[in-house]
């Protein structure tokens, strides 16, 4: 893509011509083989998600989030009451198909429409949900929303530095690394450094394929086993497209 330059000859970007807001995410459902996501309703996600996290008993999955755990129903109830109000962040629920129980939390936020930019976040997995094909394909309809059907032009994971799990996990999906904002906030009383990491519209069509090529039924042994990993086929297709994390 050719940079533009002005008439001193300073390159000031690329164009990005005919470009118009993109909406807001809709709260209608989305439906993959292994989970659907639903816009969080406590009436019929709360209790189910409150016992699906209780089987973290060590409460390990709350360390790095802002809030909780919550000891009692009541607290989580009030928790979702209230994000479930909230349009940004937007939350989300998600539904294993094979159970047809809520077993996770993600939402969308930080949402940019006039330059088409929006943030994964909030992410919560209990303990069922966690390693899971739904876990996975959970993160591609979320992302297949944002690009084919909204058309923004970057998705973005953030998360505290020390979380090593979930910057793993941002590199498996195909994100690429960003850098650290030092001292970025305080939560419960800490600090964190927050690790950046994106998604750009360029590199989509490709990723998009290397999640489909994994979602096939063909790609899986007996016992679920994924005969090529995730990793691969996101570094491959970032590779291919000459855009390297």
């Given at each position: 893509?050719?940079?533009?330059?002005?008439?001193?000859?300073?390159?000031?970007?690329?164009?990005?011509?005919?470009?118009?807001?993109?909406?807001?995410?809709?709260?209608?459902?989305?439906?993959?083989?292994?989970?659907?996501?639903?816009?969080?309703?406590?009436?019929?996600?709360?209790?189910?998600?409150?016992?699906?996290?209780?089987?973290?008993?060590?409460?390990?999955?709350?360390?790095?989030?802002?809030?909780?755990?919550?000891?009692?129903?009541?607290?989580?109830?009030?928790?979702?009451?209230?994000?479930?109000?909230?349009?940004?962040?937007?939350?989300?629920?998600?539904?294993?198909?094979?159970?047809?129980?809520?077993v996770g939390i993600a939402s969308y936020l930080?949402?940019?429409?006039?330059?088409?930019?929006?943030?994964?976040?909030?992410?919560?997995?209990?303990?069922?949900?966690?390693?899971?094909?739904?876990?996975?394909?959970?993160?591609?309809?979320?992302?297949?929303?944002?690009?084919?059907?909204?058309?923004?032009?970057?998705?973005?994971?953030?998360?505290?530095?020390?979380?090593?799990?979930?910057?793993?996990?941002?590199?498996?999906?195909?994100?690429?690394?960003?850098?650290?904002?030092?001292?970025?906030?305080?939560y419960k009383g800490r600090n964190r450094d927050?690790?950046?990491?994106?998604?750009?519209?360029?590199?989509?069509?490709?990723?998009?394929?290397?999640?489909?090529?994994?979602?096939?039924?063909?790609?899986?042994?007996?016992?679920?086993?994924?005969?090529?990993?995730?990793?691969?086929?996101?570094?491959?297709?970032?590779?291919?497209?000459?855009?390297?994390?």
């Amino acid at each position: 893509m050719d940079l533009l330059h002005n008439e001193l000859g300073q390159p000031i970007g690329f164009p990005v011509p005919n470009w118009t807001p993109r909406a807001q995410p809709p709260r209608t459902p989305m439906e993959g083989r292994f989970c659907r996501i639903e816009a969080l309703d406590p009436e019929r996600h709360a209790a189910e998600l409150y016992e699906a996290v209780a089987e973290d008993r060590d409460g390990r999955s709350w360390t790095y989030m802002g809030y909780g755990p919550f000891p009692h129903y009541a607290d989580y109830r009030a928790w979702a009451d209230a994000a479930a109000k909230s349009s940004d962040p937007l939350f989300h629920a998600i539904i294993d198909l094979k159970s047809g129980k809520a077993v996770g939390i993600a939402s969308y936020l930080r949402i940019d429409t006039g330059a088409g930019v929006i943030e994964v976040g909030h992410i919560h997995y209990a303990p069922a949900l966690q390693r899971t094909c739904a876990a996975t394909e959970a993160m591609y309809l979320m992302m297949r929303r944002v690009f084919d059907e909204l058309g923004y032009r970057r998705y973005e994971w953030k998360c505290d530095a020390l979380n090593a799990p979930s910057r793993r996990a941002a590199l498996r999906l195909g994100f690429r690394y960003e850098g650290i904002f030092r001292q970025a906030t305080i939560y419960k009383g800490r600090n964190r450094d927050t690790a950046w990491y994106s998604i750009i519209d360029r590199e989509w069509p490709t990723l998009k394929h290397a999640f489909e090529v994994w979602l096939r039924p063909g790609n899986f042994e007996a016992d679920g086993t994924p005969r090529t990993k995730l990793s691969q086929l996101t570094a491959e297709a970032l590779a291919g497209s000459g855009l390297q994390r």
